[in-house]
């Protein structure tokens, strides 16, 4: 693309059109006896005036004579052919010229014209015409005659991403490849975009057009359709004929919708207000006729013209409330945004705004807007407002608060949602008191429905088996996938069920029904992140931190902060990542946000998970005090709760882990105790428990190397792939018998999900293998305890590159943590001292 286009005079035929032009050439060279006509139909661009003037060079080159009508004279030489060009646009009496001369028995003639207009005469004409080939109608390029017109213009052959974006943006229309390549290679292709200059060409194309075909070209524009008995509003009974011309034009394509760069420059060369009257007036019709009128809106608004609640007036107000309430299980910021526009030309609607925006995300508008319709007395909307902000508080964290609003509420779902709040602050006599509620008004809907289902699982998962509870939540959640994003919700059943999940160990189950979710869009924007930030918590446990990094993330993207659910979620996510990295640097940088979101956040039953990770992480950085509060609190409500299992089980893990760090053994002991007496609740709480066992017996230095292992293997088995390998290897770190470290350190690595691979041993002579002499004489020193900088002073060497020499041990030896590492270190210096 770096030529400066030729002028292109040959047009890249079809092989229909090489034929037709072979078949007219030899039958006029044969001889003025010879019949040598043909018909050409095509819409504007398509190419008629280029082709014929292929016929006429290839008419020229065989000797025969070619003329136009009306050239030298009113009769041409009897054995000339007369090439006609734009037909369609011939008055009455040249085509009766042509007719007559057909009818003398000269059929030497070509005639080339749009379907539209369609004179009388022309029409008598074409059927008088012979055809010894069939009537050729052109059709847009594909995209290999589009890539040899660029070829051709260019003499150069163009790169496949230049011919597949001309082609995108020209529809084929050849004139409009020829427009678009020449401008391109002018602009010297360095990027791919329609220069200004391809659309200014088109101006006395559009100025040209019949004031209906314009109106007509600007409803396709606003993205409708071309429907008659539309535009017979638009621009009167001649509906149908404004339409063909306006195909005619080739400016629309075979769908009804405009050429891409056709659209640009209508964009840009009609003027304002004549496309702000035609898309006003479409609005009105659309409303008449009760059709989609998002599209004029968006149009207008994309327009620029602005100002639409000052100067529309009541029809106005009416398109912008029609368009929101389109808008809005798709599009909920727009739709909040409509609905502002429609309130100040005039019709309010603040409940649907407020909950435009909640679905959107925006929810202090959602929180505001809903908290003044409650202050409105006499309103008929309070109880529907006081649902929505109870819903925006719930995100918030204020559970309490907002089961006090459902309550007063009594609208729709309402006493369920209710229910399942009072649950979560360890509420249960009030909870089952407002499932005994109904509703004041309101038919049973699918909301209610999953929201009843929803509030009989968290009830189940506090006082019955794990299996119910999932059960409950799961049928909840398919209920709402069918509601898809235009519902706001406190929190979404599949979030609900994938919690119970992670806290009885069916990961499976918890990572599907967040993924239909996810892809239903349950919730809208509202409950994205938390599906994101479970699905991460879901990778976490399992081990795959990478995963995890990714997805916290994604969830983390944007511009929005997180609501205080979700922050207490992604910290705890970053806190746990840092943590199961070993990396100490990046603890101590995601503190403070752990800070942050537990003083924005209260503790609920939904947030223990949460909760559990900062223990472990404030034990580890000897922040304990930050917690003290926390976990208090965390006791209270399951003590309130009746000490369910499912939920407490997850929380005494934690614990015990955060009293191993913090080297309290009493307090470990105490959660061990905890754990095995919920022991036969679940399978991750049997797990759970003779894993808890396993760490107090290897804290006290008694590794029974098959307990371990057991043990780390039934944590594996209910998906807690990391907790498994960690058990294992600590124990391999505390073990003095090299055999029994040898293989729980084989065993953490398995239950980490990579392949054992040969023997400890041989793995070990690799391994050391793969080791520089110095390397080892650092891996020695360390096992000795020696820090980097006595090492570097011993060796003559610099700190930096101890550590140096430590990474790439790591990473050479497939260690995923220090304390892994140290363990394989301690086993290759066995090996070197044994004889």
Same mark, same amino acid.
């Given at each position: 693309?770096?030529?400066?286009?030729?002028?292109?005079?040959?047009?890249?035929?079809? @092989?229909?059109?090489?034929?037709?032009?072979? +078949?007219?050439?030899?039958?006029?060279?044969?001889?003025?006896?010879?019949?040598?006509?043909?018909?050409?139909?095509?819409?504007?661009?398509?190419?008629?005036?280029?082709?014929?003037?292929?016929?006429?060079?290839?008419?020229?080159?065989?000797? !025969?004579?070619?003329?136009?009508?009306?050239?030298?004279?009113?009769?041409?030489?009897?054995?000339?052919?007369?090439?006609?060009?734009?037909?369609?646009?011939?008055?009455?009496?040249?085509?009766?010229?042509?007719?007559?001369?057909?009818?003398?028995?000269?059929?030497?003639?070509?005639?080339?014209?749009?379907?539209?207009?369609?004179?009388? @005469?022309?029409?008598?004409?074409?059927?008088?015409?012979?055809?010894?080939?069939?009537?050729?109608?052109?059709?847009?390029?594909?995209?290999?005659?589009?890539?040899?017109?660029?070829? +051709? +213009?260019?003499?150069?052959?163009?790169?496949?991403?230049?011919?597949?974006?001309?082609?995108?943006?020209?529809?084929?229309?050849?004139?409009? !490849?020829? *427009?678009?390549?020449?401008?391109?290679? =002018?602009?010297?292709?360095?990027?791919?975009?329609?220069?200004?200059?391809?659309?200014?060409?088109?101006?006395?194309?559009?100025?040209?057009?019949?004031?209906? !075909?314009?109106?007509?070209?600007?409803?396709?524009?606003?993205?409708?359709?071309?429907?008659?008995?539309?535009?017979?509003?638009?621009?009167?009974?001649?509906?149908?004929?404004?339409?063909?011309? $306006?195909?005619? $034009?080739?400016?629309?394509?075979?769908?009804?919708?405009?050429?891409?760069?056709?659209?640009?420059?209508?964009?840009?060369?009609?003027?304002?207000?004549?496309?702000?009257?035609?898309? *006003?007036?479409? $609005?009105?019709?659309?409303?008449? *006729?009760?059709?989609?009128?998002? &599209?004029?809106?968006?149009?207008?608004?994309?327009?620029?013209?602005?100002?639409?609640?000052?100067?529309?007036?009541?029809?106005?107000?009416?398109?912008?409330? $029609?368009?929101?309430?389109?808008?809005?299980?798709?599009?909920?910021?727009?739709?909040?945004?409509?609905?502002?526009?429609?309130?100040?030309?005039? =019709?309010?609607?603040?409940?649907?705004?407020?909950?435009?925006?909640?679905?959107?995300?925006?929810?202090?508008?959602?929180?505001?807007? #809903?908290?003044?319709?409650?202050?409105?007395?006499?309103?008929?909307?309070?109880?529907? @407002?006081?649902?929505?902000?109870?819903?925006?508080?719930?995100?918030?964290?204020?559970?309490?608060?907002?089961?006090?609003?459902?309550?007063?509420?009594?609208?729709? &779902?309402?006493?369920?949602?209710?229910?399942?709040?009072?649950?979560?602050?360890?509420?249960?006599?009030?909870?089952?008191?407002?499932?005994?509620?109904?509703?004041?008004?309101?038919? &049973?809907?699918?909301?209610?429905?999953?929201?009843?289902?929803?509030?009989?699982?968290?009830?189940?998962?506090?006082?019955?088996?794990?299996?119910?509870?999932?059960?409950?939540?799961?049928?909840?959640?398919?209920?709402?996938?069918?509601?898809?994003?235009?519902?706001?919700?406190?929190?979404?059943?599949?979030?609900?069920?994938?919690?119970?999940?992670?806290?009885?160990?069916?990961?499976?189950?918890?990572?599907?029904?967040?993924?239909?979710?996810?892809?239903?869009?349950?919730?809208?924007?509202?409950?994205?992140?938390?599906?994101?930030?479970?699905?991460? %918590?879901?990778?976490?446990?399992?081990?795959?931190?990478?995963?995890?990094?990714?997805?916290?993330?994604?969830?983390?993207?944007?511009?929005?902060?997180?609501?205080?659910?979700?922050?207490?979620?992604?910290?705890?996510?970053?806190?746990?990542?840092?943590?199961?990295?070993?990396?100490?640097?990046?603890?101590?940088? @995601? %503190?403070? !946000?752990?800070?942050?979101?537990?003083?924005?956040?209260?503790?609920?039953?939904?947030?223990?998970?949460?909760?559990?990770?900062?223990?472990?992480?404030?034990?580890?950085?000897?922040?304990?005090?930050?917690?003290?509060?926390?976990?208090?609190?965390?006791?209270?409500?399951?003590?309130?709760?009746?000490?369910?299992?499912?939920?407490?089980?997850?929380?005494? %893990?934690?614990?015990?882990? #955060?009293?191993?760090?913090?080297?309290?053994?009493?307090?470990?002991?105490?959660?061990?105790t905890a754990l095995t007496a919920h022991a036969g609740h679940t399978a991750y709480a049997a797990a759970a428990a003779a894993a808890a066992a396993s760490w107090l017996e290897v804290l006290n230095g008694r590794v029974d190397p098959a307990a371990v292992e057991s043990a780390a293997r039934g944590l594996h088995e209910v998906g807690f792939r990391w907790d498994a390998a960690r058990l294992a290897g600590q124990a391999a770190i505390r073990t003095t018998d090299r055999r029994a470290m040898t293989a729980l350190l084989e065993c953490a690595r398995a239950l980490q999900g990579r392949s054992p691979g040969r023997p400890a041993e041989a793995a070990a002579r690799a391994a050391e293998a793969v080791l520089s002499d /110095?390397? /080892?004489?650092?891996? *020695?020193?360390?096992?000795?305890?020696?820090?980097?900088?006595?090492?570097?002073?011993?060796?003559?060497?610099?700190?930096?590159?101890?550590?140096?020499?430590?990474? =790439?041990?790591?990473?050479?030896?497939?260690?995923?943590?220090?304390?892994?590492?140290?363990?394989?270190?301690?086993?290759?210096?066995?090996?070197?001292?044994?004889?």
């Open positions: 693309m770096n030529r400066t286009p030729a002028v292109a005079r040959r047009l890249v035929l079809s @092989a229909p059109a090489r034929r037709l032009v072979e +078949a007219v050439v030899e039958a006029a060279a044969a001889g003025p006896e010879e019949v040598a006509c043909a018909q050409v139909r095509a819409v504007g661009g398509h190419g008629k005036t280029a082709l014929l003037r292929e016929l006429s060079d290839a008419l020229g080159a065989a000797g !025969v004579p070619v003329r136009t009508p009306w050239q030298g004279g009113p009769e041409p030489d009897a054995d000339a052919v007369l090439l006609v060009d734009d037909a369609h646009l011939l008055d009455p009496a040249r085509l009766a010229a042509l007719l007559e001369r057909v009818r003398r028995g000269r059929p030497r003639l070509v005639l080339a014209y749009r379907p539209w207009p369609r004179p009388a @005469a022309l029409l008598e004409l074409a059927r008088a015409l012979p055809r010894p080939v069939p009537p050729l109608t052109l059709t847009p390029f594909g995209p290999e005659q589009v890539r040899a017109c660029l070829a +051709a +213009a260019w003499e150069a052959t163009p790169a496949p991403e230049v011919a597949a974006f001309v082609a995108a943006q020209t529809g084929g229309v050849p004139a409009y !490849v020829t *427009r678009l390549g020449a401008a391109l290679a =002018r602009a010297g292709g360095v990027r791919l975009e329609v220069p200004a200059a391809a659309v200014a060409a088109f101006t006395a194309e559009l100025d040209e057009l019949d004031p209906d !075909v314009r109106r007509v070209l600007l409803a396709a524009d606003a993205g409708l359709g071309l429907e008659i008995d539309l535009l017979a509003g638009l621009v009167g009974g001649e509906a149908e004929e404004a339409l063909a011309a $306006t195909r005619a $034009t080739g400016l629309v394509g075979r769908d009804g919708q405009l050429v891409p760069i056709a659209r640009l420059a209508l964009a840009a060369l009609t003027p304002a207000a004549e496309r702000v009257a035609v898309w *006003r007036r479409l $609005t009105e019709l659309q409303l008449d *006729r009760r059709g989609p009128v998002l &599209p004029l809106v968006r149009s207008l608004l994309a327009a620029g013209a602005g100002d639409l609640d000052r100067s529309g007036g009541a029809g106005i107000a009416a398109a912008l409330h $029609t368009a929101a309430e389109e808008a809005f299980d798709g599009e909920p910021a727009l739709a909040a945004e409509l609905f502002a526009a429609a309130a100040a030309a005039g =019709r309010p609607a603040p409940v649907r705004q407020a909950q435009a925006a909640a679905l959107a995300g925006d929810l202090d508008t959602a929180l505001r807007l #809903a908290d003044q319709v409650m202050a409105t007395p006499g309103s008929p909307e309070r109880a529907e @407002a006081a649902l929505l902000a109870a819903t925006v508080i719930a995100h918030r964290g204020q559970l309490a608060r907002s089961a006090e609003l459902y309550r007063w509420s009594d609208h729709g &779902p309402s006493p369920a949602f209710a229910a399942i709040g009072l649950l979560g602050v360890g509420q249960p006599a009030e909870a089952d008191a407002a499932l005994r509620q109904s509703p004041a008004d309101g038919p &049973p809907t699918l909301l209610a429905g999953a929201a009843g289902l929803m509030a009989r699982g968290v009830r189940a998962s506090v006082s019955g088996p794990a299996t119910g509870a999932l059960s409950a939540l799961v049928q909840a959640a398919a209920l709402l996938e069918s509601a898809g994003p235009g519902v706001a919700l406190p929190d979404s059943p599949a979030a609900l069920a994938a919690l119970v999940a992670l806290h009885c160990g069916e990961l499976d189950i918890g990572e599907s029904v967040l993924a239909r979710a996810a892809a239903a869009g349950v919730g809208g924007a509202l409950l994205a992140r938390r599906h994101a930030l479970l699905r991460a %918590w879901l990778d976490l446990v399992r081990g795959d931190l990478a995963g995890a990094q990714a997805r916290l993330a994604a969830a983390s993207a944007g511009p929005d902060r997180p609501e205080a659910r979700d922050l207490v979620f992604a910290a705890a996510l970053g806190i746990g990542l840092a943590r199961r990295r070993s990396d100490l640097a990046a603890l101590h940088r @995601a %503190w403070p !946000v752990a800070c942050e979101a537990l003083v924005r956040h209260p503790i609920d039953l939904f947030t223990l998970l949460p909760l559990g990770e900062f223990a472990i992480a404030a034990a580890r950085l000897g922040q304990q005090r930050w917690l003290t509060t926390h976990l208090r609190d965390a006791d209270q409500l399951l003590a309130g709760l009746g000490e369910p299992p499912l939920w407490a089980v997850p929380l005494h %893990w934690s614990a015990l882990h #955060a009293a191993v760090i913090a080297e309290q053994p009493a307090l470990a002991a105490r959660q061990v /110095r390397e /080892r004489e650092v891996a *020695r020193l360390v096992l000795d305890g020696l820090t980097y900088r006595e090492i570097g002073d011993r060796l003559f060497i610099a700190a930096k590159t101890v550590e140096h020499h430590m990474a =790439r041990m790591r990473q050479r030896l497939g260690c995923a943590t220090r304390a892994d590492l140290l363990a394989r270190l301690r086993v290759l210096t066995a090996d070197e001292e044994s004889p």
